[in-house]
T-cell receptor
Framework: DTAVSQTPKYLVTQMGNDKSIKCEQNLGHDTMYWYKQDSKKFLKIMFSYNNKELIINETVPNRFSPKSPDKAHLNLHINSLELGDSAVYFCASSLGTWTSGSSDTQYFGPGTRLTVL | DAKTTQPTSMDCAEGRAANLPCNHSTISGNEYVYWYRQIHSQGPQYIIH???NNETNEMASLIITEDRKSSTLILPHATLRDTAVYYCIVALRDYKLSFGAGTTVTVRA
């Protein structure tokens, strides 16, 4: 029973290509995220969607475009891939119940290792 | 969000308690303290979080000082499978977590 799944697990491609990474969660969560972990292992948030609406966009190049067809899916499309895009991309989800005095937690997928040659 | 400071690495003997410190001296009154860990190259895993009170769950305990400027994550009986990078994060809400370098914990037999 995979909670947050990503496909593919590995992606090797040439510079200039366009590629997509898919993410699905079966937890019934309202919020989904994309993170990038670079070679130095720093994990940085890229996007967050709540109920299919974009709520966080952390100064990511517009070559990166998230798409959320429904609450359970958040895909990441990358145009004109560059060498610097090589990283591990993690999808995550959370309930998104940010009521006063409460907090919830994020559940991460296994990651997609993208290598741009 | 407040910045956190953690030791770069620490070793722990298997079966002993592991105490992981975190400083967050600029934390504001409504920011939470979260702990996540990342085992090898897997996705980060939630451990525990707290606001003011100490918290305990099946994985760990979180001790937050009264002034909230620091906290300690306690793994009561470390096992080899607890070897990971542990991240202490301070955030207003969990939707914008900022992961730092974390503490690399190595549990030794």
């Amino acid at each position: 029973d995979t909670a947050v799944s990503q496909t593919p697990k590995y992606l090797v491609t040439q510079m200039g290509n366009d590629k997509s990474i898919k993410c699905e969660q079966n937890l019934g969560h309202d919020t989904m995220y994309w993170y990038k972990q670079d070679s130095k292992k720093f994990l940085k948030i890229m996007f967050s969607y709540n109920n299919k609406e974009l709520i966080i966009n952390e100064t990511v190049p517009n070559r990166f475009s998230p798409k959320s067809p429904d609450k359970a899916h958040l895909n990441l499309h990358i145009n004109s891939l560059e060498l610097g895009d090589s990283a591990v991309y993690f999808c995550a989800s959370s309930l998104g119940t940010w009521t006063s005095g409460s907090s919830d937690t994020q559940y991460f997928g296994p990651g997609t290792r993208l290598t741009v040659l | 969000d407040a910045k956190t400071t953690q030791p770069t690495s620490m070793d722990c003997a298997e079966g002993r308690a592991a105490n992981l410190p975190c400083n967050h001296s600029t934390i504001s009154g409504n920011e939470y303290v979260y702990w996540y860990r990342q085992i090898h190259s897997q996705g980060p895993q939630y451990i525990i979080h707290g606001l003011k009170n100490n918290e305990t769950n099946e994985m760990a305990s979180l001790i937050i000082t009264e002034d909230r400027k620091s906290s300690t994550l306690i793994l009561p009986h470390a096992t080899l499978r607890d070897t990971a990078v542990y991240y202490c994060i301070v955030a207003l809400r969990d939707y914008k977590l900022s992961f730092g370098a974390g503490t690399t914990v190595t549990v030794r037999a």
